[in-house]
């Protein structure tokens, strides 16, 4: 056993088989161990997205971030690219789909993995996990605070952004949700009808809603950051992986 | 939250971003996330243009009082300036 990890940039297929830049970290020693597809958030495939993907190789994971962006935008700054593609509309939904199906097979690809896939995701990365989880077959989905699953958004926003609570009914795995109470989008009464939905069709889930955290509490490097909630909340992820992802 | 919503404009003129000066073509303001100012949100305000790459980008984040009191500061600006000074190339009569 080992706690060395290695993590670098690599060269996934994505959707519609196209080559886009991911990255990619992973434990040394021979496994067996679960993926991990780590979704960015809108501001982009950053160093703080990054330092969560390593977080997750340093629990023996293999954990892989698609850059949702290098279509647009390859090899600019995180910042940069995500101007751009929010000025050209954001990121299709099918297309994030098909980029994450491409994580999870790159990952079951990898010497070690035992063929389990969880997806994490912050942000418009929370509702694109839900995206992902009722569009592919994977073994475990963590929502942190996506908004627009249930609601419609407000007027003016990208056509491409619309709720899909109506793909409930085909979510393939069990779903942890780690929201704040004080976030309005989404605010805890768009979260309790995603439960509900969830509790009628019996698709198993276990959300939490932090007193004191708002939206992004988990973001470490942005004024939004509840170190209380945070912690809790990575416990609960690893918790969830532990009993999802193993083999 | 993430809004999305973005407000794009076509305009004429030049910025200096990372590589020296550039021809600006279009700008976007949004309010959203910050990468840099530490605030939860602010008014953002990319002067961009794409035909050059992503990089081809002027980039501001501003609080919401800020961003008031440059449009008030734009428009004060151009109003004490004889009419039509700074007019795009051709649209206007120097006078």
Known sequence: MTDALRA?????????????????????DGGPRGGVVVIHHMPGYDESTKEMVRKFAAHGYAALCPNLYSREAPGADPDDA????????GVPDERLVGDVDGAARHLNSLQGANGKIGVIGHCSG?????????????DAAVDCYGAFVVNEPPSGMPASMKPILGLASQLSCPLLGLFG????FPAPEETAKLSAELDRLGKEHEFHTYDGAGHAFFAVDRPAYRPEAAVDGWGKIFDFFGHTLSA | MCTYQTHKIKISGSGKARKGWISLSEATVYVDHPVHMQQDHSVNIDFIDPAQGPSARVAVELSEEAALALADAIRDAIASAPPGLAAAAGAAARS
């Open chain 1, 82 to 89: 995500a101007a751009t593609v929010r000025a050209a509309g």
């Open chain 1, 8 to 28: 670098e940039t690599v060269t996934i297929k994505g959707h519609d088989n196209d080559e886009i830049e991911a990255y990619l970290a992973r434990p040394l």
């Open chain 1, 181 to 184: 109470a004080e976030d309005g």
């Open chain 1, 126 to 138: 929370g509702r694109q996990t839900f995206l992902a989880a009722c569009s592919l077959q994977i």
